[in-house]
């Protein structure tokens, strides 16, 4: 296969024009192209629209507004012959099968004879979209199921045609996995492949629980969410923002295209779903579908499904589930809900056991392997656990005799794997100091080795198979191979504090005696929230100020430690990499970032500037004390790694991961690459400042912004310590100054605003409800 040089995206709708914003942050030139709306004087208007929506749209389509340039908008009627110049065409016009043949018939007599035509489909068969079309349009069509919205869910489901070229097959998957960050799932050409059909039973049944059973939809929102492994929209909330509408609609058709299904009735769509979309109440896109916002306050309101009438939302508490929360490991968490015997058991039960069941009895129908089904839910609806590992985390073999001793059958495949005597549907199965996992193959009745997937390290399963090098209750040193030592993170939230600082300089340290490189990173849910915000604030209140001095110390020299290291250290940054965390990444030789990377300084958030030599190093990289007290001061967050570079936040030459799966091995590769023959720097002493001047300049800036209220007095004095800092302490006229001279600025300017009492009441409000208090 040739490389892929320009696309084609056939449909600006949600869908179509999201696909085509998530190809240009690839950096992929895009044809986007649509109808010529009738009565409008501008024939791209709907193409148009469609790439305004996607840099409107919240959370953003692009990473940044840049990106929107590669994409050029055009119609079916005058701009159809653009896709002879393009390697791959995407159709993700509306679901109706002759509209899509219609369009594909076109597009078959203008296409390169090589250039790959996909389907985004969600349910029509492919074979009835690609049936007569000629042998080299088969040959390089199937389909390529992407989630909304594309650029945040992983998933990418992979559906081959009967026809379609093994090469065509290999190139797709790869592109989509390294190019646009995608999980690669092949699935079969059956209806809603794997996600959609586990996705729509799994909502089907909450909604039948919700019936049968008398539950609020507060209630179910508030068990049905990341109390149990699932995003925060839980099941009510997911289904305003993804459309009533959606769901009633794909429950329909699955309803009608699994006539064979002996759970079908479950697809039916149930009566509150039919109301809903009478009314037009289809959720965010309309206004109002189970909750909606009232008043000037907008005050949040849930409907009665049994009234249909709203009512401001209540919140909801039930003691076991108040007792689980305190279970932090979700396996263990998920079983002592489901052996409650009030409400809340039950209904997890419900769920949980006909899920399970059913997903068993989809193989082979939907895939062939669990491995790929579990990784569907996983991708595709962000859920922890796949349905496998679902019953695995309940307990396999307990799940399975509780199912049978009330009355339920289990699927053949099941019984099978029970009279085999196995305990779960996976294994550990290490060998060689290397981390393997075995599957229970339910079609051949019997464990088979999970292949390694190439290009992705998994932290937790190298410490399995190796053990750790050093730990502590924070942090950990793992060998990552080939002469690369990891520093992992392990902390809640991965706030950093003493562990994370000594483990710092035990891993440098171990670096230089035994390994090339060292790479900092890990795999939660985000890089680091920052500093541990309550020990900084019970040393504030305790005037501990000699301890505080000094852990704000060690903190500065781990940095400083980082950055001249005797041998490279790369830090993988992604998601959430705040305060601290961001400091660590400005002190590395270099970064490879995930590609959604939201990184900034936001310590005046919680009253401070930032102490670990975040002020500093942005002074050396940017040479422009304004443009650093505009980052600081107004807190700015990267919305994403591109948008990093364009802040200053990363450098130019930094690397990005599309696939965050790959961050640990690309940051392994470039630590590499940065080994051999690497010189380490010496601690600067020539940095430039600006003296009174420029302390006056940021001074006027701070003023007039408080003049026109966009920040209080609080911010002001924040404003000025961080000026300070810039300016080099009020130096008289321009001036160089040692890196250590700015580290102790910034310490000094972090302790004195740590004994202000709104300093403390900003930490104290950040500490209970997570938003920063503007007082």
Same mark, same amino acid.
């Given at each position: ?75 079916? !009627? ?8 393009? #390697? ?7 679901? +109706? ?56 869910? +992983? ?6 045609? &009967?026809?379609?070229?093994? !090469? ?40 039948? /629980? ?31 923002? @993804? ?13 009608? &295209? ?37 008043? $000037? ?24 589930? !108040? ?106 199965? #290490? ?20 292949? $390694? ?28 191979? #080939? ?16 562990? +994370? ?65 005797? =041998?490279?250290?790369? @830090? ?57 007290? !505009? ?5 700015? @967050? ?29 940051? =392994? ?43 209080? #007095? +609080?911010?002001?004095? /924040? ?5 300070? @800092? ?50």
């Amino acid at each position: 296969m040739r490389p892929l040089r320009r696309a084609a995206v056939l449909g600006a709708g949600t869908m179509g024009a999201r696909i085509a914003a998530h190809f240009a942050n690839a950096g992929i030139p895009v044809d986007l192209l649509d109808i010529v709306v009738p009565g409008t004087a501008d024939r791209n208007a709907a193409a148009k629209k469609g790439v305004e929506s996607a840099l409107k749209q919240k959370p953003a389509g692009f990473f940044t507004d840049a990106a929107a340039s590669l994409i050029a908008p055009g119609n079916f !009627e005058d701009d159809l012959g653009r896709v002879a110049s393009c #390697d791959w065409i995407i159709e993700a016009v509306v679901e +109706h099968l002759e509209a899509k043949r219609e369009l594909w018939s076109k597009v078959e007599t203008l296409r390169q004879p090589t250039a790959i035509v996909s389907t985004n489909t969600s349910g029509i068969p492919l074979r009835l979209i690609a049936e007569g079309f000629s042998d080299s349009f088969r040959r390089h069509f199937l389909g390529t199921h992407f989630f909304n919205p594309p650029r945040y869910l +992983h998933l990418m489901e992979l559906i081959p045609g &009967a026809d379609t070229l093994p !090469e065509v097959i290999d190139f797709v998957a790869a592109f989509c996995d390294r190019r646009l960050g995608k999980g690669v799932v092949p699935c079969k050409d059956t209806p809603n492949f794997i996600a959609n059909r586990l996705g729509s039973f799994f909502g089907s049944t909450i909604g039948k /629980i919700t019936c049968e059973d008398d539950w609020t939809i507060e209630e179910v929102d508030a068990i049905t969410g990341a109390l149990i492994g699932l995003p925060n929209s839980a099941s009510y909330r997911l289904l305003d923002i @993804v459309g009533v509408d959606v769901m009633y609609l794909v429950n329909r058709n699955l309803y009608d &295209a699994v006539p064979h299904d002996p759970w079908r009735e479950r697809f039916v769509p149930n009566e509150i779903l039919a109301k809903m979309v009478e009314r037009k109440w289809l959720g965010d896109k309309t206004g109002q579908g189970f909750f909606k916002r009232v008043g $000037p306050k907008k005050e949040i309101h849930a409907i009665d499904w049994k009234t249909m009438e709203y009512h401001p939302a209540r919140k909801v508490s039930f003691p076991s589930v !108040e007792q689980a929360r305190q279970i932090e490991d979700l396996p263990s968490r998920l079983q002592a809900l489901v052996a409650g015997t009030d409400r809340v058991g039950t209904f997890l039960w419900k769920l949980f056991s006909d899920y399970v069941v059913y997903s068993a009895s989809m193989v082979p129908e939907i895939g062939d392997r669990i491995v790929e089904i579990d990784q569907a839910m996983r991708w595709g609806y962000a859920h922890k656990l796949g349905p496998f590992e679902l019953w695995d985390a309940l307990g396999f073999v307990e799940t399975a005799r509780r199912i049978e001793s009330e009355g339920h059958s289990l699927p053949e495949n099941v019984q099978r794997m029970l009279s085999t005597g196995a305990q779960s549907f996976y294994r550990e199965a #290490d060998k060689d100091r290397l981390p393997h996992t075995e599957y229970f193959d339910l079609q051949r009745t019997g464990y088979a080795l999970a292949e $390694p997937r190439s290009g992705v390290l998994e932290l937790a399963p190298l410490k399995r198979a190796r053990g750790v090098v050093k730990e502590n209750t924070g942090a950990s040193l793992i060998d990552l191979g #080939d002469g690369v030592l990891c520093l992992e993170f392990h902390s809640k939230m991965n706030t950093l504090g003493e562990d +994370h600082f000594s483990m710092i300089h035990a891993g440098i340290e171990e670096t230089s005696r035994n390994f090339e490189a060292m790479v900092i990173s890990n795999q939660g849910a985000d890089f680091s929230a920052g500093a541990n915000l309550v020990l900084v604030l019970l040393a504030s209140q305790e005037e501990a100020w000699d301890e505080l001095n000094a852990a704000i110390h060690r903190f500065q020299q781990a940095n400083m430690a980082i950055k001249y290291a005797p =041998k490279p250290v790369v @830090v993988a940054p992604f998601a959430r990499t705040l305060g601290g965390g961001c400091e660590i990444s400005l002190h590395a030789a270099r970064c490879q970032a995930s590609a959604e990377l939201y990184m900034g300084l936001v310590e005046v958030g919680v009253g401070v500037i930032p102490g670990g030599g975040g002020c500093k190093e942005l002074l050396l990289r940017l040479k422009n004390p304004q443009k650093v007290f !505009e980052l600081v001061g107004l807190a700015k @967050v990267s919305a994403s790694a591109g948008d990093a570079k364009n802040l200053g936040l990363l450098n130019k030459a930094d690397g990005i991961s599309m696939n965050q799966e790959r961050l640990i091995a690309d940051a =392994k590769s470039l630590a590499l690459s940065l080994a051999s023959g690497y010189v380490p720097g010496s601690p600067r002493t020539d940095v430039k400042v600006g003296g009174e001047s420029v302390y006056a300049a940021m001074k006027l800036y701070a003023w007039s912004m408080r003049q026109g209220n966009f920040i209080s #007095d +609080h911010d002001v004095s /924040i404003a000025e310590k961080i000026a300070g @800092v810039l300016s080099g302490g009020r130096l008289s006229g321009e001036q160089t100054v040692s890196e250590q001279y700015l580290l102790d600025l910034e310490r000094e300017a972090f302790l004195s605003l740590c004994g202000t009492r709104k300093t403390q009441e900003r930490m104290q409000a950040m500490l209970k409800t997570g938003k920063p208090l503007r007082n």
